[in-house]
């Protein structure tokens, strides 16, 4: 079988590799920069059947803590950001994702202004 430019031989043993999910450059844009705003994700449909990424998945291997995870995620990062207005990357800083299995940034560097008193 060819895949992608590449020849799978009858009977090899293939692993799927996690890490590749959401990396598809025909599916979007920068594939592989780190972008929590990535306009090319429809969160609308991110936890259901419909999403056009792969996380929590829906059907045979659907993680059902993931709506406990949404709301808990919804709730810390609100919470986060409206103490820390202009949150931005700190000068200079790039993300970059490592990992084999699962993929995740090694280090976030960010700065911010303070709040008002």
């Given at each position: 079988?060819?895949?992608?430019?590449?020849?799978i031989?009858?009977?090899?043993?293939?692993?799927?590799?996690?890490?590749?999910a959401?990396?598809?450059?025909?599916?979007?844009?920068?594939?592989?920069?780190?972008?929590?705003?990535?306009?090319?994700?429809?969160?609308?449909?991110?936890?259901?059947?419909?999403?056009?990424?792969?996380?929590?998945?829906?059907?045979?291997?659907?993680?059902?803590?993931?709506?406990?995870?949404?709301?808990?995620?919804?709730?810390?990062?609100?919470?986060?950001?409206?103490?820390?207005?202009?949150?931005?990357?700190?000068?200079g800083?790039?993300?970059?994702?490592?990992?084999?299995?699962?993929?995740?940034?090694?280090?976030?560097?960010?700065?911010?202004?303070?709040?008002?008193?």
């Amino acid at each position: 079988m060819e895949l992608s430019g590449t020849t799978i031989p009858a009977g090899a043993t293939c692993i799927l590799m996690l890490a590749a999910a959401n990396r598809d450059e025909r599916h979007f844009q920068r594939p592989d920069e780190f972008d929590v705003h990535r306009p090319d994700l429809d969160v609308g449909k991110a936890f259901s059947g419909a999403a056009n990424h792969v996380q929590f998945v829906l059907g045979r291997h659907f993680c059902v803590g993931s709506l406990l995870a949404r709301a808990e995620m919804t709730v810390a990062l609100d919470l986060v950001l409206d103490r820390l207005p202009g949150l931005r990357y700190q000068e200079g800083f790039t993300p970059r994702e490592a990992g084999l299995y699962t993929r995740s940034v090694e280090s976030l560097l960010v700065e911010f202004d303070p709040a008002p008193a």
